[in-house]
């Protein structure tokens, strides 16, 4: 069965540099979720998207914005990085159709280390 | 708000033995509950939930989850383990009409053989 794509998997950025991370969710799904996993911590929610339109937001920095686009996979734009941004950013996909008992399947993730 | 305790950090037992990974939860409202394994360097992979029903939940690789209301737990468990199941174990829950997930601090299971 298809899977959360995620891309880059790996990604090493200088501090103040900018990067973007990519987010395919498995097919059909309309709801994607970010999430942020620092070193030896649980993950934690950033924001998420639904038909394209924000529908929660977490703990999301100022300088981070995403969103998601007509075919539906989302992209998450980081800007000016920090050391403390490294982390293990995870995507997870849902369907609304499960009516509102949908489950998160997440992606592997992408390692991105701010040197 | 919401939140999930995770009490033990590492849970060691011998491979064929019964294993349980312990969850706790506070949420206002009516509870959806998720256990996610996560294997070093890889993505959370999802193992069962409980939604409403049956208040023993049964999920992937043989593990299964009992909802104690009155406890507000959600344990994990498995009649034998396998050396493989060797991993990371996350409790998470959610709030029915709520979106994100808040997970626990996560547990280390560690099956020796």
């Known amino acids: 069965a298809a899977g959360v794509i995620q891309s880059p998997r790996h990604l090493i950025k200088e501090k103040r540099e900018t990067a973007t991370l990519k987010c395919y969710p498995i097919?059909?799904?309309?709801?994607v979720y970010w999430y942020q996993q620092g070193p030896g911590q649980d993950p934690q929610f950033l924001i998420s998207f639904y038909e394209k339109m924000q529908s929660d937001k977490g703990s999301i920095p100022d300088r981070f914005s995403a969103q998601q686009f007509s075919d539906y996979h989302s992209e998450l734009n980081m800007s000016s990085l920090e050391l403390g941004d490294s982390a293990l950013y995870f995507c997870?996909?849902?369907?609304?159709?499960?009516?509102?008992?949908?489950?998160?399947?997440f992606g592997p993730g992408t390692r991105l280390t701010v040197l | 708000a919401q939140s999930v305790a995770q009490p033990e950090d590492q849970v060691n037992v011998a491979e064929g033995n019964p294993l349980t990974v312990k969850c706790t939860y506070s949420?206002?409202?009516?509870?959806?509950l998720f256990w996610y394994v996560q294997y070093p360097n890889r993505g959370l992979q999802f193992l069962l939930k409980y939604i409403t029903g049956d208040n023993l939940v049964k999920g992937s690789y043989g593990f299964e989850a009992e909802f104690n209301k009155s406890q507000t737990s959600f344990h994990l468990k498995k009649p034998s383990a396998l050396v493989s199941d060797s991993a990371l174990y996350f409790c998470?829950?959610?709030?029915?009409?709520?979106?994100?997930?808040?997970f626990g601090s996560g547990t280390r299971l560690q099956v020796q053989p």
């Open positions: 949420v206002s409202g009516n509870p959806y």
């Open positions: 997870a996909s849902s369907s609304r159709l499960a009516g509102g008992q949908d489950t998160q399947y």
């Open positions: 097919p059909r799904h309309d709801t």
């Open positions: 998470a829950v959610r709030v029915s009409g709520g979106r994100a997930l808040t």
